[in-house]
Structure formats: structure tokens, C-alpha cells
């Protein structure tokens, strides 16, 4: 069964770096899929962060500007999501999930809530 | 971007009742649209795919249909585990973007 999974600090001070791992269990992350965070922000907004595909390339959300990174620990089977410069406004819950095609996201974490706040 | 409108933002069905969700987007997305349920404190869960296709394990009450730029979801017979908010999600184009949700509650 696959199964993925999110840790990381739930409360970030702002102007932060905000550092979430997602770990994959029964699915190899080099074998096939982009692998994606999203977040959804209080009062039920969601947005697609971005996704680091199975072959190691990336793709972000230009909202996000140049504030995000996403990587991968292949020896592990974990992706990360770096966010920097975090305001308040960046307090969501924080999803990983497996993209398969045409907006089809057909797994994900239970997700990680992140608060921003001095 | 593309911009998905989702309608309504909420709604109340009976036991029983039929429901339908919109979702209008900004361009063509030539069916590559999903449809997902988030329950309380829970991830959300992939209904429909690629506009019509039913996911593996998703009740048979659930569908969905549309092309171009227009999509709606029906639920044929609200039950109570259908209580949930619905979003519709685009994957036509980079950045994905999500509609803003659909409240589903049972009267």
C-alpha cells in the first residue's frame, strides 16, 4: 500500500525558513509520478505548490517566486519543501501527494499544519 | 493562470437528494479535471478523473461530466458520509489551480 507521510515543525517564526519532509512508503519516488505539495489555507483555499518529478526535475508555482525549493533524498524515498522569507500569510495546512495525470492527485499525506507567528 | 469557478459555494441536500457542483474554468481544459472530497480533519480523496472517470473504490453515486470549460459533479442520492467540501482541480496547465470549494452539508 502507499502511503505518504509529512513532518515538520508545526509553528514558523516569520521572515523563517519553513522546512516540511514527506516520506513514501510502498511506492519507489524514482520510478514514475511527479511528487507535489499543496496547501490549504484557513477557510478552505488550496493551492499546488510544486512538484519534483521522478527523474529529479522540478516545476513551482510562480507564485511562489523564488521563496521555494524542493528536493529529494532518493536513498531515503523523502521529498522536502523549503519555503523562506515566510509571512503570516503562509500559515496552511501543508499536503504531499502523488500526481499521476490530467489533475489527478491519487494520494496523499494526512497533512501538517504550519502556523507562522512570532 | 487559469481561474476555476466552482458553484455554489454551499449547499444543504436531504437523504436522498440528487446534488450538482460546477465548475467553470477560464480557458479550455480539455477534461483534464479532477474532482476531490475533503472530510473534516482528513485528506483530501480523489471521486472522478479526467472529467468522467470514476476512481477505483469511489460508490457509483458519484459522477461527473463536461468538456470545454464547463464541469459539474453529481452525487445521485445524498447519504450522510457524503457531507464533506468538494473541489474541482485543473490539470491542464501549469500552475494547477483548485476551484474554491463547495460546502456539502445534510439537511
Known amino acids: 500500500e502507499i502511503q505518504l507521510q509529512e513532518s515538520g515543525p508545526g509553528l514558523v517564526k516569520p521572515s523563517q525558513s519553513l522546512s516540511l519532509t514527506c516520506s513514501v512508503t510502498?511506492?519507489?519516488?524514482?520510478?514514475?509520478?511527479?511528487w507535489s505539495w499543496i496547501r490549504k489555507f484557513p477557510g478552505n483555499k488550496m493551492e499546488w505548490m510544486g512538484y519534483i518529478s521522478y527523474s529529479g526535475s522540478t516545476n513551482y508555482n510562480p507564485s511562489l517566486k523564488s521563496r521555494i525549493s524542493i528536493t529529494r533524498d532518493t536513498s531515503k524515498n523523502q521529498f522536502f519543501l523549503q519555503l523562506n522569507s515566510v509571512t503570516t500569510e503562509d500559515t496552511a495546512t501543508y499536503y504531499c501527494?502523488?500526481?499521476?495525470?490530467?489533475?489527478?492527485?491519487?494520494?496523499w499525506g494526512q497533512g501538517v499544519m504550519v502556523t507562522v507567528s512570532s | 493562470d487559469i481561474q476555476m469557478t466552482q458553484s455554489p459555494p454551499s449547499l444543504s441536500a436531504s437523504l436522498g437528494e440528487t446534488v450538482s457542483i460546477e465548475c467553470r474554468a477560464s480557458e479550455d481544459i480539455y477534461s483534464n479535471l479532477a474532482w476531490y472530497q475533503q472530510k473534516s480533519g482528513k485528506s483530501p480523496q480523489l471521486l472522478i478523473y479526467y472529467a468522467s472517470s470514476l476512481q477505483d473504490g469511489v460508490p457509483s453515486r458519484f459522477s461527473g461530466s463536461g468538456s470545454g470549460t464547463q464541469y459539474s459533479l453529481k452525487i445521485s442520492g445524498m447519504q450522510p458520509e457524503d457531507e464533506g467540501v468538494y473541489y474541482c482541480l485543473q490539470g491542464s496547465k501549469y500552475p494547477y489551480t483548485f476551484g474554491a470549494g463547495t460546502k456539502l452539508e445534510l439537511k
Open positions: 501527494a502523488r500526481y499521476e495525470y490530467s489533475g489527478t492527485f491519487d494520494y
Open positions: 510502498g511506492y519507489t519516488i524514482t520510478s514514475g509520478y511527479d
